[in-house]
């Protein structure tokens, strides 16, 4: 596994103080969208499908830090819509940073080299660019539905390393995917040099133009066992071990969605990134009256039912290293070895 020794001391500390009092719902990632536009019109995310009113619209600074505030989780990720297209991007990352919060800035890269140029960003180990990776080549550039995308995330990517960023990488596998073309693409992130890769099966998001190749709970494990049961030692991964056991069918975890709140133009989502079935004004009002006994795959809602993305599952793996001996042993041993 490969996150730096501050950032997990960071968040298991913070987790430990959780379990100290006794607080079994608490977030661990803030999920924040200052906006809704992006550059792409990728067929797996529904984003861009919002009224051209809405895609105008975006939150300020203040109220962005607010929400983190408010939330208290020790990371904040910043998705969209395309972050790099905020106005304000720069001094964002910047006010989080001077609170000591980790943050994760997830970009399709496009605009990355020129914001770079312009000095918008600043290396820090408080800060991560997350450049999205769907595949090799043509198998990413299919995924956002633009020719030369993966080579232009490339070059961003060179970049951002030689500046002294720390980078990772993100990618949404769908079905008929090749497993063996995914531990290619993982060879090939590692030659680049990027600190450590997070990959998540793709969940049918409603909005989302194609609806056809979302996988389903049995192909997600079939497709992540042949690609991580006899990883490359050279693999790093920016994810809890235990996460990809679950992914492979080797943990069964149940869905955590307060784990990764998100906030966004209309307040503070429920249930989760996913699912939009209404909105609180304020964290407070979203940890008490969210009805969480209606999801996950537990509650038999259909639409939690082949769900296994990141958003929903991997702090439970997080919770689970840290609040039991067995879940820590097998998270240790995992990092230790390089075997899931």
Avoid at 59 to 78: K, R
Avoid at 218 to 231: C, Y
Avoid at 242 to 261: A, I, R, V, Y
Avoid at 303 to 329: I, L, Q
Wanted: charged content about 20%; proline content about 6%.
């Amino acid at each position: 596994m490969s996150v730096p020794l501050s950032q997990m001391w960071t968040v298991a500390t913070y987790v430990l103080r959780q379990r100290l009092r006794g607080r079994t719902r608490y977030p661990l990632v803030l999920m924040l969208e200052p906006l809704f536009r992006c550059n792409l019109a990728c067929a797996g995310c529904g984003k861009i499908q919002y009224p051209a009113h809405v895609l105008k619209r975006q939150l300020t600074v203040e109220q962005c830090l607010a929400a983190a505030e408010e939330c208290g989780a020790p990371i904040v990720s910043i998705p969209g819509g395309e972050p790099l297209l905020y106005p304000e991007i720069g001094r964002l990352v910047k006010e989080l940073v001077a609170r000591k919060t980790y943050v994760y800035l997830c970009t399709n890269a496009i605009l990355l080299e020129d914001k770079l140029a312009q000095g918008v960003l600043e290396p820090s180990k408080y800060l991560s660019l997350s450049v999205h990776m769907d595949g090799l080549g043509d198998e990413h550039d299919e995924a956002v539905c633009r020719e030369g995308v993966f080579d232009t995330a490339v070059h961003a990517i060179h970049e951002a390393l030689r500046r002294g960023f720390r980078v990772t990488t993100n990618t949404t596998l769908f079905d008929g995917v090749d497993p063996e073309r995914v531990r290619t693409f993982c060879d090939a992130m590692m030659d680049l040099g990027v600190e450590g890769m997070m990959m998540s099966p793709g969940y049918s998001y409603s909005k989302a133009p194609d609806q056809e190749h979302f996988l389903r709970r049995q192909r997600a494990h079939a497709l992540f066992r042949r690609i991580l049961e006899h990883p490359n030692r050279r693999w790093k991964f920016n994810q809890s071990p235990l996460f990809l056991q679950f992914l492979m069918g080797k943990q069964d975890f149940e869905c955590t969605p307060w784990g990764n709140p998100t906030y966004n133009l209309f307040g503070w989502q429920r249930p989760c990134y996913l699912l939009q079935e209404g909105y609180a004004s304020t964290f407070q009002e979203l940890m008490e009256t969210t009805p969480w006994e209606r999801y996950g795959r537990a509650s038999g809602n259909d639409k939690c039912r082949d769900c296994m993305v990141h958003c929903g599952y991997e702090p439970t793996a997080v919770h689970h290293t840290f609040n039991s001996w067995r879940g820590f042993r097998s998270a240790a041993t995992a990092t230790l070895t390089g075997k899931l």
